[in-house]
């Protein structure tokens, strides 16, 4: 049977270059999660679909991937990395320490209408600390994010922060009005709050709000901690439909784009422990990164080691496992009998560096040609000194 | 609504020590795969089921997880990584430069009856080369997970190989009796072939075949590519049950450990285009890693800083930040309010080695205390030594 190949709506492959340029986003990311006492925590894909339903609002849960399994259990794709991770500490409360602190990367399933740049599975990358309510904590989720967009290139982003205190007398369903400010402007919040029974003074009413002594704390302590006191900021307004906030909810915005990179707050009714964390979509966040972060990625091995006939193979295969043990990206032509042209034409295609030769002379010899595929130079050299004259290259 | 927190049956969380061990083994296979010129590539975690789908055999195709998304498509979660890069490839063919070499770490699902140490989820790792039919090509796939072995620290294993071509006058369903071998014995193979209508004489004669050219020729590569003799030994028996393969099939055995470590082969049928791979089970190969290769790992941060009072904040996190940047995994206490004892004593109890005391007197005069956890000393130090102070310990 021939099947057509092709990848679900909504889903994608992701091909080297930017899987390359996503792995390197990704451990910087590590890092510093690290260097700030963070560590990794991994949770299944699939969760009973019990433990995400009713958690995110009623428009998100229509869109959790479910079904049944073999055993008639219903079981759904994570929606966030959020649930899970409070599904983990109920389970485990008993032997965790506390303060909590970890990170995850993973992929989520949202089973949105698919958009330009929006996928029904992306990855996620969260940092969240559980078990501790203090301005500090909240205020080294941020930090933590602030460190990474640095490490990143980012050189400039503005946090936006607000307290779920600020909307204390406000029904969810106007919080979820005021969260669509972005999508549909001010003028459009304001129609739909009419519409939905509220005052239309509710929005001037908001946005005279104070600042609580909660969120002047943890300002005090993002200086402390380093950053750059324009890049943050007191939103009244940033409401997060969410449902499960309870303190600082925060986005991070970066001039002259559209939408936040990150986000996230305080959620301290989800788990029965009091929690903080935030997180980056992977896509949005590489996106961003400027292409200098990116320049000492090779996306290319940097030699082609090519074998001159068939019965010299042995010369060609052992200096590609002195390179390739060096720790140089290295290929090696896989076939023997292939003319040496084809296997230049293959090395020039897929952009790489240099071309090894080990003709019968050379072996001889004891040497080898180096060929720089770049500017059409070749040069013979001892085959000893051929990796340290790559390395210098 | 309480609901009990638990995962699905055959689902499972990893834990920080495990992350981050598995981590490690991730981190060292990339660095391989590139250094021979293998580049990566991600595929979604959900196809078409029709791609995956009679790929596997009757037996396999049972175990995946199958279900019907929102628009009416039969949707599958992966359940294996080879399927999918055909899928890849049939849909890429126009635009790829071949040989194409690729890598991918990913999830895949099996809804089979969980085991001690088997999951319905786990990480793959697999590498393939796809384009080209040659033994240097085959040998090279043994060569680069070779390598991943040794720069684990496992210097044991066996490389064992076969050739479908041994096969070609055996009908499937006896192949895939042979490949019972492992579980049930020589005798029960030879009880099941009998049983299905096969001669007695048909593993006797199987046993008695010789080495094809082919297989010669990858021999003397894998030599060339430095492989010790003793490493790698031709197999016969070896079957393989998967419906895929066509030419070398091999799999990578370690010393006193049943089952085996790696397996794969080539299968030039799957895609249209001749192609050879591997892979890895993540959770297998990991716990086979000796436990020397994990020792430089810090599963702590190395240092808390404390915060002495509420009103000394400052001072702590401008340190906290200072080794922070320097890249010395390091921890905040997140609650001023905190008696320092208690502070110390969470340090304790998460193994942290070192805690930074920054008291009046010590800001007044430039220093910290520099407290050693593990053998209860402490010393006070000039607040700029402190980072040189952590580095060298």
Redesign the interface.
């Known amino acids: 049977?021939n099947?057509k190949?092709?990848?679900?709506?909504g889903?994608?492959?992701?091909?080297?270059e930017e899987?390359?340029k996503?792995?390197r986003v990704l451990?910087l990311l590590?890092?510093v999660f690290?260097?700030?006492?963070f560590?990794?925590?991994?949770?299944?894909?699939?969760?009973?679909a019990?433990?995400l339903e009713?958690k995110y609002g009623p428009e998100a849960d229509k869109l959790i991937?479910k079904?049944?399994?073999?055993?008639g259990?219903k079981?759904a794709?994570r929606y966030d990395l959020t649930v899970p991770l409070a599904?983990?500490i109920?389970?485990?409360k008993g032997k965790i320490?506390f303060?909590f602190?970890?990170y995850q990367i993973g992929?989520v399933?949202r089973?949105e209408k698919p958009q330009a740049g929006r996928y029904r599975?992306f990855t996620q990358v969260d940092v969240d600390?559980v078990g501790?309510d203090?301005a500090?904590?909240d205020a080294?989720i941020i930090?933590v994010l602030a460190?990474c967009l640095q490490l990143l290139g980012i050189e400039k982003f503005e946090v936006r922060l607000n307290d779920r205190a600020v909307f204390q007398d406000l029904p969810v369903r106007a919080i979820r009005i005021l969260d669509k400010l972005d999508k549909i402007g001010r003028d459009g919040v304001e129609k739909e709050l009419v519409k939905a029974g509220f005052g239309r003074e509710i929005l001037k009413k908001v946005e005279g709000q104070k600042q609580t002594p909660r969120l002047k704390e943890i300002f005090l302590?993002l200086e402390?901690?380093?950053l750059d006191k324009n890049s943050f900021r007191f939103d009244p307004l940033l409401a997060r439909g969410l449902d499960y906030y309870t303190g600082m909810i925060y986005e991070i915005f970066i001039p002259g784009e559209s939408g936040s990179i990150s986000g996230g707050g305080r959620y301290d009714k989800l788990i029965g422990v009091p929690a903080v964390g935030g997180s980056f979509g992977l896509d949005r966040l590489t996106a961003a990164v400027p292409e200098k972060t990116f320049e000492n990625i090779p996306?290319?091995?940097q030699v082609l080691v090519t074998i001159f006939a068939p019965d010299l193979?042995?010369s060609s295969?052992?200096v590609?496992?002195l390179l390739?043990?060096q720790?140089?990206?290295?290929?090696?032509y896989?076939?023997?009998?292939a003319k040496l042209d084809k296997q230049l034409k293959?090395a020039d295609?897929?952009g790489i560096s240099y071309a090894v030769i080990l003709g019968p002379q050379e072996i001889k010899e004891g040497e080898v040609i180096l060929r720089d595929l770049r500017n059409r130079t070749q040069q013979s050299i001892d085959m000893k000194m051929l990796s340290r004259a790559l390395a210098t290259t």
Chains 1, 2 share one sequence.
């Open positions: 049977v099947i190949p092709q990848t679900l709506k889903f994608r492959d992701i091909e080297p899987a390359l996503r792995g451990s590590k890092s690290k260097s700030y006492g560590q990794p925590l991994e949770t299944p894909t699939l969760e009973y019990s433990v009713g991937y079904f049944q399994d073999r055993g259990r079981a794709l599904r983990y109920a389970q485990n320490t303060p602190k970890r992929d399933f089973a599975e600390t501790i203090t500090l904590a080294e930090g460190t302590a402390y901690f380093g996306f290319q091995p193979i042995q295969l052992t590609f496992s390739q043990a720790g140089i990206e290295t290929e090696i896989l076939d023997p009998a293959y295609r897929k």
